[in-house]
């Protein structure tokens, strides 16, 4: 094991002497971002980190005999090494071969349990930069993905290519303490209104996790498909997620077990948690024309591939229903790794009041039931007595009694408001994609608010995350959701992970502009915002 060199360790342990006490220094005290693109520094990283102490004469430059080390013993840090590695290696055509930790000294990148600053918490991580190596140190593996992320960014934006580049690869010295603000930090695909191929989820999730996005819903029934194969029910895919499903009738498909199995592995191994959604007792109407069985008159509706909403409901006095439902949930809940398993709830405008909770009442325990915690729309908050429900909440107002009380009661609640964090909202007038209902949402918008303040009432504590949902009634292909996702879903990953202290638009503008050339490299479609100094 390599420790930091000695000379920035001292001028460290100087900073953290002068900076005594619970001062909490944002990008800014380490100086402004003087010519973006050009000049890298520690905290030209989004999401903004927490802490960072510059030592200008310690960088460190990869070099053709860099190794990367990983904690012995720990087949799983191994893996990030190793992720680390593929992301390295097209464009600087070094070997990186990973080794372990107790490898013969040599110059290069320790990924290490233990040993952090207290403040990295469970999700945290803290990087070292110094002449001899980089040493990155967190309590848990996913802090050390996330310390990886971080890197990524500290190195020349011409790390992103996917083939080797002549020139240095240098990381600013000095050391960067970093913790997350919140435990969820979400990303929302809608698979139901345009299905989205698992490559094209995956490369999604690649593009999130750089962002330290920990976790993707994935909303997978809704009126116009069911997109997740269910064995008891199997017409639920065949013919509600097959042919002439999705909106305009052009968004088929499904995932069989095997493909989301395959989905949710990978998602783990970029530290992503995958929750999947199933909308009820509204947005069914897949469900309902496939079997004649789940209505009230016992008859099936047209399937539907309009973008209307509100007018479906499953039969709330028929015992069939709950059949359905327990088969549903049992069956999604044994593939899922994860804990969460959304069950929608919004928008069900054909079903009242009373039957709403006489359902909601029923079904929240088959959630537990199966070994999950129960998320939904924030509509649930009127019937979730049980506080561990998540609420999430997706208004555009900033007044919300049942989320207010639920809150008291203790339930988390995941904040994703419309008019600030919905991806599929149009930026502007002439945004080509997407829709408006709840107003256009340009760069600053997305990034100008606060998750614990957004809703009087429901305050820090109450708060489990923030999530960027993208609805998909008008968008078809990966470039599509590139083009919506980018750059808002960075400022939503930064209200996620980075301090309240943090929060500086100027400073975030800045640091967006150096994200340009990377996703060029990375060939992502992204939306060039008139308010951002892109760097080219
Ligand atoms: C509202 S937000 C919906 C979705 C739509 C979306 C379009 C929410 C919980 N429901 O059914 O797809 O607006 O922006």
């Not at 915690?373 to 049980?386: H, S, T």
């Amino acid at each position: 094991m390599r420790t930091p060199s000695t000379p920035l360790r001292a001028a460290s342990v100087l900073c953290l002497a002068l900076l005594a006490g619970p001062v909490v220094a944002g990008p800014a005290a380490a100086g402004p971002l003087t010519s973006p693109g050009t000049t890298r520094q520690l905290a030209d990283v989004i999401p903004a980190p927490l802490q960072t102490y510059a030592d200008a004469g310690a960088g460190y430059r990869l070099a053709p005999d860099t190794v990367i080390r990983t904690q012995s013993g720990s087949p799983e840090i191994r893996r990030i090494g190793e992720y680390l590695a593929g992301v390295l290696r097209p464009a600087t055509g070094y070997r990186l071969p990973v080794v372990p930790a107790a490898h013969p000294r040599q110059p290069g990148i320790s990924l290490l349990l233990g040993g952090a600053d207290r403040r990295v918490g469970a999700g945290g991580y803290q990087l070292d930069v110094g002449r001899s190596g980089i040493t990155i140190r967190a309590t848990e593996p996913a802090g050390l993905f996330a310390g990886v992320q971080t890197l990524r960014q500290l190195l020349p934006a011409e790390i992103e290519s996917p083939r080797p580049q002549r020139r240095s690869w240098a990381v600013p010295g000095g050391r960067i303490v970093d913790q997350p603000r919140f435990a969820y930090r979400g990303a929302m695909l809608d698979l139901a209104r345009h299905f989205h191929t698992p490559d094209e989820v995956r490369s999604y999730i690649d593009l999130i996790a750089q962002y330290k996005i920990n976790y993707l819903h994935l909303h997978l029934t809704d009126d116009q498909g069911w997109r997740i194969q269910i064995d008891s029910w199997p017409e639920l895919t065949t013919r509600g997620g097959g042919p002439g499903t999705g909106v305009d009738g052009v968004g088929p498909g499904f995932l069989t077990k095997a493909d989301y199995a395959a989905l949710t592995a990978y998602a783990a191994s970029r530290y992503v948690t995958v929750v999947p959604e199933i909308d009820m007792p509204g947005h069914t109407n897949a469900a309902q024309s496939t079997y004649a069985e789940l209505n009230c008159d016992g008859v099936a509706p047209p399937p539907r591939t309009d973008i209307a909403v509100g007018y479906s409901s499953l039969c709330i006095g028929s015992e069939i229903t709950y059949d359905f439902v327990e088969d549903v949930i049992r069956e999604l809940a044994a593939i899922t790794p994860g804990p969460y398993l959304h069950i929608g709830g919004d928008e069900a405008h054909a079903t009242t009041d009373e039957d709403y909770r006489t359902f909601m009442t029923r079904v929240i325990p088959l959630v537990a039931k199966y070994g999950k915690r129960a998320f939904g729309w924030n509509e649930i908050a009127k019937v979730a007595e049980d506080p561990s429900v998540v609420a999430q909440y997706w208004g555009t107002g900033t007044s919300n009694p049942d989320l207010v009380a639920a809150a008291q009661r203790g339930n988390k609640v995941v904040m994703s408001p419309a008019n600030k964090s919905y991806l599929d909202m149009k930026y502007d007038s002439s945004t080509p994609l997407g829709l408006s209902w709840a107003g256009f949402i340009e760069v600053r918008d997305a990034y100008d608010w606060d998750p614990a303040t957004r809703v009087p009432g429901v305050g820090e504590e109450s708060i489990l995350g923030v999530e960027a949902p993208l609805w998909s009634e008008t968008l078809r292909t990966g470039d599509d959701i590139e083009f919506m996702a980018f750059p808002r879903l960075p400022a939503i990953a930064e209200l996620g992970w980075s301090a309240a202290a943090h929060h500086d638009w100027d400073s975030f503008r800045q640091r967006l502009a150096t994200q340009a050339p990377r996703w060029s490299r990375q060939n992502v479609n992204f939306y060039r915002s008139p308010q951002v100094p892109w760097v080219s």
